[in-house]
């Protein structure tokens, strides 16, 4: 006999962890997004051995402005 069953619990979330947790997903850990000539990237840094440099990836419009606006709700939930 198989029985199925489901569990309703009571999970205090810290919203900032799972902006965090989105943030990372989009960007990396330590990533950032800019714009440059009307053309949006997203950057981070590359590990070379003794040294780094930076790299980056076009990404789109609406990709841009999804991130943007994690980082702004992040900064609004901080104070």
């Known amino acids: 006999m198989e029985v199925y ?16 947790k989105l943030l990372e997903k989009e960007i990396g850990w330590k990533g950032w997004i800019f714009e440059e000539n009307g053309k949006f990237y997203k950057g981070w840094e590359q590990s ?18 999804y991130i943007a ?11």
């Open 69 to 79: 606006a994690l980082r702004l709700i992040k900064n609004k939930l901080k104070k």
């Open 5 to 20: 069953t489901s569990f309703r619990l009571k999970a205090d979330v810290n919203p900032i962890d799972v902006i965090d």
């Open 48 to 65: 070379a051995g003794n040294h780094s440099f930076d790299e980056k990836e076009e990404i789109s419009k609406e990709e841009y402005d």
